[in-house]
């Protein structure tokens, strides 16, 4: 089972607030992923990072930001929060080394932004 | 990127076997297969993994054509409860890989039926 916890589950929040999406991971695992998932959509990668001190932006442009200070600790942080932000945000993370693409996911923290 | 194409929805009834495809013509040598189970407001969850032939688990089988185009997943006898959203997820990220490669399509939405 796997070992990676997302906090909060529920945010509700109002417009220009800061605001930071905690996920850890148990597992050791050097990789870890954000991903941005709308109602009913498909998954879209905004964060990635290889290991400490490593990260980058994915396919889909966001206006959060990531830090990577920690291996089991990867925050994401949204400076002011807008309505467009609303969303559901998932962490993952996978195994060191060679990846053939087995993730583990947290549960998602549901971000909503009035 | 290895674009993967599925059908948007399908039904079944209880106790029927379920075969889902996915066509992924552009598929690399390197690229593995995985299948993820998505519930509402949940991370995806993975079920399968394989990169040629036949793989089977206490879950499901996925088949694999020899020329890796296409895989089907299998899914024996199914509930309610199995009712979901099911990604194929074709790429791989070795060391120094880019994790754009791990992109997710838009799914299958499979509603069993009593």
């Known amino acids: 089972e796997a070992d990676i916890y997302q906090t909060p589950r529920y945010l509700v929040i109002g417009t220009g607030k800061k605001i930071t999406l905690e996920c850890s991971q148990t597992?050791?695992?050097?990789?870890m992923y954000w991903y941005q998932q709308d109602p009913g959509m498909e998954l879209h990668l905004i964060h990635y990072s290889y290991g400490v001190n490593s990260t980058e932006k994915g396919d889909l442009s966001s206006e959060s930001t990531v830090s990577r200070i920690r291996t089991e600790h990867f925050p994401l942080t949204l400076e002011s929060a807008r309505p467009s932000h609303t969303s559901q945000y998932l962490c993952?993370?996978?195994?060191?080394?060679?990846?053939?693409?087995?993730?583990?996911f947290g549960s998602g923290t549901q971000l909503s932004v009035l | 990127l290895a674009k993967t194409t599925q059908p948007i929805s399908m039904d079944s009834y209880e106790g029927q076997e379920v075969n889902i495809t996915c066509s992924h013509n552009n598929i690399a040598t390197n690229d593995y297969i995985t299948w993820y189970q998505q519930f509402p407001s949940q991370g995806p969850r993975f079920i399968i993994q394989?990169?040629?032939t036949k793989v089977t688990n206490e879950v499901a089988s996925l088949f694999i054509p020899a020329d890796r185009k296409s895989s089907t997943l299998s899914l024996p006898r199914v509930s309610l409860s199995d009712t979901a959203v099911y990604y194929c997820?074709?790429?791989?990220?070795?060391?120094?890989?880019?994790?754009?490669?791990?992109?997710f399509g838009s799914g299958t939405q499979l509603t069993v039926l009593p």
């Open positions: 394989g990169y040629k």
């Open positions: 993952a993370s996978s195994e060191s080394g060679k990846n053939k693409g087995k993730l583990f």
């Open positions: 997820l074709v790429g791989q990220t070795g060391l120094g890989g880019s994790a754009r490669q791990l992109t």
């Open positions: 597992m050791g695992h050097d990789k």
